[in-house]
């Protein structure tokens, strides 16, 4: 009776899913995906003059559809996050991209500044789902941290290529052609990552998985989450990683163009050898994460960051102190390009283990935690705007010294050291 005996199955109480092995072409078709944001960003700061003249209004109401971009980015997150939770990850990716090519082509054809503004704030709303869905994706694909902080590190240096391109492509099509051209282009942009969902993406989130919320429950799902300590802390720290970060975008332009007398195209230059560096870390990011604790990673970065702020504000004041009249490469701007590098260079590192730290316990609510996560970077972005004009504005600092800008990174990096002592022991 026992030679005859049976081996005993597992019991499927007991039995968990193996994924099968992620395809090397998801994390590029994801990354492909969530450039949306920064290419629908950065393309078209160039023709900010040209859009005054077409559309007959003034500077400052072109540079608003800038700050209405971003509002429309985190309303959309918050609500297209729970919806990808309740119908899956792979229907609301695909209504946004319609949704954000459409209005970018109403963009394209808009008559006056008002049907811009509105085209764009809807454009962004749809926009947003590639923002947090991508991220939603691989937090179903891949459940271990460690890894996921890997493939988040590889859709880092997708995403990332897209800052280096973005603004020089602008600045071309508005040297030889219309600006129209930027937004007709985003628009079959949308179109192209439509195609490539339907065609490639699987759907990630498993039908048993997916939540039905009312919206009385989605408030407590959102005050919930922000009463987890691991998801706070991280997602904080992911939050003023974009005010350090959104400082520097807000400030750069005058400050090498207008202080240090950069031309648009040696600007353009420098603007991408930034992001290299940003991208060169994380894949770095990708390579540590499989030998070191990532929470140590990210907290080492943060240090660095700091470090280089600090540096970086040293320097800015003593050149508001001793002004110097010198264009070009100088000693000074030198020192000012390096103090910047070491500075923006770790968050190439911070951005994927602070995002991956926030998701690691929000399986079932991924989509709804990632867009949180998402429109907390882009309100801390926003203040971040607010204070560098403020400061500018200011007699002492001016719009065309570094001093603004280092003070905006300096408290972003200073905030997230603040935020490390706030995550639960590692497990």
């Known amino acids: 009776m026992v030679a005859n005996a049976q081996p005993q199955q597992p019991s499927s109480r007991h039995t968990y899913e193996v994924r099968p092995t992620t395809p090397w072409w998801l994390p590029v078709l994801l990354g492909f995906l969530t450039a949306v944001g920064p290419i629908s960003t950065d393309i078209y700061l160039p023709a900010f003059p040209s859009m005054v003249n077409t559309l007959h209004t003034s500077l400052s109401s072109v540079q608003m559809t800038l700050s209405i971009w971003f509002v429309g980015l985190a309303i959309g997150q918050l609500t297209v996050g729970p919806l990808s939770d309740r119908f899956g990850r792979r229907m609301p990716l695909i209504a946004g991209n319609v949704i954000f090519a459409v209005s970018s082509a109403i963009c394209a054809a808009a008559p006056d500044i008002m049907t811009f503004s509105i085209a764009r704030f809807v454009a962004s709303i749809g926009g947003s789902a590639s923002l947090v869905i991508p991220t939603a994706c691989v937090r179903d694909l891949v459940p271990d941290q460690r890894e996921g902080a890997r493939m988040m590190s590889r859709l880092v240096m997708v995403m990332g290529v897209v800052p280096i391109l973005a603004p020089m492509l602008g600045g071309i099509v508005v040297t030889f052609v219309s600006w129209r051209v930027i937004f007709w282009a985003s628009a079959a942009y949308g179109v192209l ?209 570094p001093l603004p800008m280092a003070i905006g990174m300096a408290a972003g990096a200073v905030a997230m050291l603040l935020c490390l002592p706030m995550r639960p022991p590692v497990r």
């Open 193 to 401: 990552c439509v195609l490539l969902v339907v065609r490639m993406l699987p759907e990630t989130l498993e039908p048993d998985l997916r939540l039905r919320l009312p919206p009385i429950t989605l408030m407590m799902r959102y005050v919930m989450l922000l009463r987890h300590r691991a998801f706070l802390s991280h997602a904080l720290i992911s939050g003023f990683s974009t005010f350090l970060s959104f400082s520097y975008l807000t400030a750069a332009s005058p400050v090498f163009i207008n202080g240090f007398h950069f031309t648009p195209f040696q600007f353009s230059m420098l603007f991408g050898l930034f992001a290299v560096f940003m991208i060169g870390a994380s894949q770095v990011n990708g390579a540590l994460v499989s030998r070191f604790d990532p929470h140590r990673i990210l907290s080492v970065a943060i240090c660095v960051s700091l470090v280089g702020s600090l540096l970086l504000t040293a320097i800015s004041f003593w050149l508001n102190t001793h002004p110097t009249h010198e264009h070009g490469l100088s000693l000074t701007v030198i020192l000012v390009i390096l103090a910047m590098l070491l500075t923006l260079s770790p968050t190439g590192v911070i951005y994927p283990n602070a995002t991956m730290g926030a998701l690691a316990d929000q399986a079932r609510v991924a989509g709804t935690a990632s867009a949180l996560a998402g429109t907390m970077q882009y309100v801390f972005g926003a203040i971040a705007g607010v204070l560098i004009g403020l400061l500018s504005s200011l007699p002492f600092f001016g719009s065309e010294t």
